[in-house]
């Protein structure tokens, strides 16, 4: 599409953009036959094409795909206590719409041309500036009791390391356009399934682990509540993602200390140099950590450069798209080119900066009075009570219960738990919960 995600999700906020988002695609068209009648695939895939369609076929077949996973629902609803929210028409148009790269499979019965199943794939990529892998942020909870309640163990990053993987990849963009991509983490965006729905995302999984451009080394999903398992079972973790932001009396000291900084006396400095003396404000471009490195003149080229500095060229370019959308590894740059250079992956310092914006948290051990748990502390009582005023009710005088947690020291941060697909200006109380789910991918020798 022509439009940007940021630009025509904005759009929506009333009725008649939405309609006239509906009606920029193609009609959406149920399918001619009934869906109940649709044979689930066999396990073997026997009697069953795969097929991979361009992003125009996709759109065409909404209607189906609505009716297939309302069926699959439907099932699934049949055999068990409960069942997920299917996906929604809109949602899915919206990926097909705009993922790119648009990765995707159809599988249909060879009899009879049925749609039984369908999964897509795309780079991952988040609207939010401040969006964070951490699994080890108080605002997430990944030991929840999906697992457990199969007579299971649930499968989440316990010690946090699979959430300073992803966040110490690759990343750059511009949160109000294109967003912020992640080019070495796919993505399952859509998936439903009559029996192959295994069988589908292991096909993404092999390919993804064979194909070297876009070189994915991530795979991750976003689950819903029952289907957590499912994931878990094609070796998937559930991870961490938050917004973190600046605590409010944070920003506000930021700016007084701006504005105090602005009208100290400059000498004799006139008042149009002293404005013209004031940095720009802030872009709204973000990426990982990189520095920057000046061509010297050299005879040549990008991908000789990116040996000589030690980086992959995928990454170099990658990372100066923003500006030089049409760099390649034959172009050789004139002097004094400003490139943009990843830094090396460093999970060691994205550790320490997730934990330098966590709260730091205790665990009352067992039953005591407040004022015997902050001697143990080594705290005054009244400064571990002004920490906790969250806590209903707290007073110096109150008796602790075991496993009640207190913040022993606050950051200048604080943390939300991610709601996937979605933008800054939306209500978070009204998306519904992201459980983030990712896996290794094992790099596959090609030719």
Not at 163 to 168: G, P, R, S, T
Not at 242 to 258: D, G, H, I, S, Y
Not at 358 to 366: G, P
Request: contains cysteine.
């Amino acid at each position: 599409s022509g439009l940007s995600r940021r630009s025509w999700r904005g759009s929506r906020s009333t009725v008649a953009g939405m309609l006239a988002r509906r009606f920029a695609l193609p009609p959406v068209h149920e399918a001619k036959y009934e869906p109940r009648q649709i044979p689930n695939a066999a396990p073997d895939m026997v009697g069953t094409a795969i097929i991979r369609p361009p992003r125009e076929i996709w759109l065409t077949l909404l209607g189906e795909m609505v009716q297939m996973v309302n069926e699959a629902l439907r099932r699934r609803a049949s055999c068990a206590r409960d069942a997920s929210k299917p996906l929604s028409l809109e949602y899915m148009a919206d990926r097909l719409d705009v993922d790119d790269p648009l990765l995707g499979y159809l599988a249909v019965s060879r009899e009879d041309g049925w749609l039984q199943g369908f999964v897509t794939c795309t780079t991952f990529t988040t609207w939010h500036a401040d969006f964070r892998w951490d699994s080890l942020s108080p605002a997430v909870e990944l030991a929840t009791d999906h697992g457990e309640s199969q007579g299971r163990t649930p499968r989440v990053d316990e010690d946090g390391s699979l959430a300073d993987e992803l966040q110490a990849q690759l990343h750059a963009g511009d949160p109000d356009n294109e967003g912020v991509v992640w080019p070495r983490i796919a993505e399952l965006s859509l998936l439903g399934a009559l029996g192959c729905g295994r069988w589908l995302v292991q096909l993404v999984i092999d390919v993804l682990e064979s194909s070297s451009e876009p070189p994915y080394e991530y795979l991750v999903a976003q689950a819903t509540d029952n289907s957590i398992p499912f994931y878990e079972r094609m070796g998937f973790v559930r991870v961490g993602a938050v917004t973190v932001t600046r605590r409010k009396k944070e920003r506000v000291a930021e700016v007084e200390a701006e504005e105090e900084e602005e009208w100290k006396p400059k000498g004799k400095a006139s008042a149009k140099k002293r404005k013209a003396e004031k940095p720009p404000s802030k872009a709204s471009w973000v990426a990982s950590p990189h520095s920057t490195h000046r061509t010297d003149g050299a005879d040549e080229t990008v991908a000789q450069i990116a040996v000589r500095l030690g980086v992959p060229l995928f990454d170099l370019i990658f990372l100066n798209r923003a500006k030089l959308p049409r760099l390649s590894g034959e172009d050789r740059l004139k002097r004094d080119t400003r490139l943009l250079v990843p830094a090396p992956v460093d999970v060691q310092a994205v550790r320490a900066g997730s934990a330098s914006m966590r709260d730091e948290w205790h665990t009352v051990a067992a039953d005591m009075s407040f004022k015997d748990c902050a001697r143990g502390l080594g705290m005054e009582p009244r400064e571990l009570l002004r920490l906790n005023t969250h806590i209903k009710g707290l007073q110096v005088s109150s008796e602790l219960l075991q496993g009640t947690r207190l913040i022993l020291r606050q950051s200048a941060h604080e943390a939300e738990e991610y709601c996937h697909w979605t933008f800054p200006e939306d209500d978070p109380a009204n998306a519904e919960p992201s459980y983030m789910m990712a896996r290794r991918l094992r790099r596959r020798p090609t030719g």
